[in-house]
């Protein structure tokens, strides 16, 4: 890295004090080049004004830096950048809206410095330290600026929602414990529509991921997957505590739902969530039986190890709906499978090759291609498995089936430790 010339904050300095003397010109451009590039700040005056006045704050901050040559260290952001995240959050508008208006007023700002340094006439090699100074100093500051900026949306966003939502959730809870319910009332009361179909959701996080960012982080996920599903309008969005939420989308006349689009969102998400959901239900009965589905799912997703990502109650109904009790379970799984319920890699795949068996209508051929292994060893792993159990594996077995899916599904948590 070059030594800093030694005019290059000699050089800064005017050029931040001739920006400043037009500073509310400079400003406003800003907030109208941040307005045409970001739509989702368009139509509310408020949050214009309010954008306004951090702008300026900000500008004029670090111009002030710029001319004075003050550490960074010694500088925050201004308060109305602050008030300016909390009110975005208050209006659900996504943190990343925020970051991209950030960056976009950002570059704005350096160009009118830039267009500032460039009629000064200096040198190239004082042009270029003068350049590079102000980008060290502008992106200094950026960054120290922008995590606590983030911290307090996520606080924000984490407060609005818990207190926006605590009249909705006795609401919600009405509608649950099936009192009587006057849907003229209570659809404009919950800001959500009854009368079509819903996909209850249940979604959690592993652990606290840190003060305001579990419910925020949980609402972007559900709103996200709305999105991804074409809903026809906003997820009814409920926080339970600051780690778990319930969610119902919207579908409207649709009844039908893509497990696999679900997953994805899902595991895209960082850090993780894991997240429930039931069928789709219609009308105020279809809203309580996808809520008890999602519910019945996430009992079962919590006693599996290790915990799955995401659970969609079609793929798993059978073992939700008798899992009332793991204790009890895991003595039945092993009644049905005997010495095979247990938990090493040769067991293992003893179980996935008959589940494949049983899942192609007992077909070696079929198993063998779905397994990529030899119909011999299909044919051997099948009487070994049968030695073991001292039961056969036969079409129709339908305690066989269900033992091996709640195995695949519940692993561990059904299974004895191996002997070795």
Request: aromatic fraction near 6%; include cysteine; proline fraction near 5%.
């Amino acid at each position: 890295m070059a030594e800093e010339h030694p005019e290059a904050a000699k050089q800064l300095s005017v050029v931040a004090e001739n920006v400043g003397s037009h500073l509310t010109e400079v400003s406003r451009d800003i907030v109208e080049h941040v307005t045409a590039k970001v739509p989702e700040l368009r139509g509310d005056a408020t949050v214009i004004k309010i954008l306004q006045a951090s702008v300026t704050e900000n500008v004029a901050t670090l111009l002030h830096v710029f001319e004075n040559d003050i550490s960074l260290d010694n500088v925050k952001g201004p308060a109305a950048y602050f008030e300016y995240a909390r009110r975005l959050a208050q209006r659900d508008i996504p943190l990343t809206v925020m970051t991209r208006a950030h960056r976009i007023s950002h570059l704005r700002f350096l160009e009118w410095c830039l267009d500032e340094l460039d009629r000064q006439g200096a040198d190239y090699e004082l042009f270029t330290a003068t350049n590079r100074r102000m980008l060290q100093l502008s992106f200094g500051y950026s960054d120290r600026v922008t995590e606590p900026v983030n911290m307090v949306y996520q606080q924000e966003r984490d407060h609005w929602l818990l207190s926006q939502t605590a009249a909705r959730a006795a609401r919600v809870r009405d509608i649950l414990t099936e009192k009587n319910v006057d849907l003229n009332w209570a659809e404009p009361a919950l800001g959500y529509r009854l009368r079509q179909n819903h996909l209850g959701l249940v979604a959690w996080l592993p652990t606290l991921t840190g003060e305001g960012a579990g419910l925020a982080l949980l609402d972007r996920i559900t709103n996200e997957i709305a999105r991804k599903l074409d809903c026809p309008a906003r997820p009814l969005f409920v926080p339970r505590d600051a780690v778990l939420s319930w969610a119902w989308l919207p579908f409207g006349s649709r009844n039908d739902v893509s497990s696999q689009q679900l997953s994805q969102v899902i595991e895209r998400s960082d850090p993780p969530v894991h997240m429930c959901a039931g069928g789709v239900g219609y009308g105020i009965e279809g809203f309580r039986s996808t809520h008890r589905q999602a519910l019945r799912t996430q009992e079962l997703a919590a006693a599996a190890s290790p915990v799955p990502q995401f659970t969609d109650f079609s793929t798993v109904a059978p073992i939700a709906l008798m899992a009332t009790n793991v204790g009890d379970m895991r003595a039945w799984v092993w009644g049905v499978l005997g010495p095979l319920a247990v938990d090493d890699e040769h067991s293992a795949r003893l179980r996935e090759t008959v589940q494949n068996f049983l899942g192609t209508g007992c077909s070696y051929t079929a198993t063998a291609s779905a397994q990529i292994l030899h119909k011999n060893t299909v044919q051997y792993r099948i009487r070994k498995a049968e030695e073991i159990m001292g039961r056969p594996v036969q079409k129709g077995d339908s305690d066989l089936e269900v033992a091996l899916r709640a195995v695949q599904y519940l692993g561990s948590t059904l299974l004895r430790v191996s002997p070795a």
